[in-house]
């Protein structure tokens, strides 16, 4: 048994911990319960033979309730140890200033201390995309407002906030934020929040900010419940067919430009591609961007009208070309 956990990073000793830790928060578990979560922490393996199963269990767990439920022979949460690799990412990422809004200055200066005799990422030899013009999340006031929403998301506080839209229109107003996004594509920040009186989420470009700071207001419990149904009911997918010819570096340019996005990608022969992009509604304008930005590339399959309002769009810049 020592064999099995020489590393303690271990995936089997890591789902034993966490099973012993539910058990001590209250968790009541059968021995098929604590084989259906070790099953479920190896997924199409079969780790070690039910023998060696079952005698880890009978070990960790050498008594029984009156219930049948399992009883550790540890009575308290089992911590979970950070492996190297984990400790030199953290490490990595503390020292990262695109990031140091996830954090008060006074963690990130503990943690790093904590963590001084981790080596530092090398990153030589690592390929780094040239990145576009947008957001610097290291400058003000951008950093200041990422540090904001992430606390308010954090504590579950409104936001009150001057925006200034595309059109130049003003808006202010004082709604629960629900989610901090980041487009690769783009290099831009955005901050959707939830509009009660309209029930609708509202996309904001958070470098047109005008102001920002944190209501007292607390966001109210069925928010995240409210947002997810508004998403899934406007939820929309777009399918295209990918060339990725010699020197196009279309497939790059494609996973770039969707990166924000949840996709699915499937390989129909050598350097073509079949991509499933799923989005919602109100970012229906900027896919459609994207696709068209990807020119002979791109062939869009699925659905019909996205397909006919790219066509169309094509046929117009075609006769505007022609006339001139």
């Known amino acids: 048994m020592a064999a099995l956990f020489n590393n303690e990073n271990a995936l089997l000793l890591r ?29 199409g ?7 060696a199963e079952q005698e880890i269990i009978d070990v960790l767990f050498p008594s029984r309730e009156e219930d049948g439920s399992v009883k550790p022979f540890y009575e308290a949460p089992v911590p979970s140890l950070p492996s190297g690799d984990e400790r030199l990412w ?52 951008l950093k200041g407002r990422l540090a904001l929403i992430w606390k308010a998301l954090r504590e579950k506080k409104k936001l009150r906030y001057v925006n200034i839209d595309k059109s130049g229109t003003r808006h202010e107003n004082t709604l629960a934020p629900c989610r901090l996004e980041y487009d690769a594509a783009m290099n831009r920040f955005f901050l959707i929040v939830w509009d009660e009186a309209e029930h609708r989420a509202v996309k904001i470009n958070i470098h047109r900010l005008e102001t920002l700071e944190i209501s007292k207001e607390a966001v ?76 002979p590339a791109a062939v869009v399959l699925e659905s019909a009208d996205i397909r006919e309002e790219i066509i169309a769009r094509l046929k117009e810049a075609w006769e505007i070309y022609s006339e001139e």
């Open 90 to 141: 953290l490490k990595t990422m503390l020292l990262d200033e695109n990031v140091s809004f996830l954090l008060p200055d006074e963690l990130r200066e503990k943690l790093l201390a904590r963590l001084a005799d981790t080596p530092d990422f090398s990153f030589a030899g690592v390929w780094e995309k040239r990145q576009a013009k947008g957001d610097n999340p290291a400058a003000e006031p």
């Open 15 to 43: 789902a034993l911990c966490r099973v012993v830790s539910d058990i001590c928060r209250g968790a009541r578990l059968s021995e098929r319960d604590v084989k259906k979560r070790l099953g479920e922490a190896f997924p």
């Open 220 to 295: 109210p419990a069925d928010t995240e419940e409210k947002f997810m149904s508004f998403l899934s009911a406007r939820k929309s997918e777009v399918t295209f067919r990918l060339i990725d010819k010699k020197d196009t570096h279309a497939f790059d340019r494609c996973y770039s430009l969707f990166s924000a996005y949840d996709k699915e990608a499937c390989a129909e022969e050598e350097d073509v591609y079949t991509i499933k992009v799923y989005f919602q509604d109100f970012d229906r304008r900027e896919i459609i961007a994207r696709l068209l930005s990807l020119g």
């Open 45 to 51: 393996e079969d780790f070690f033979a039910s023998d």
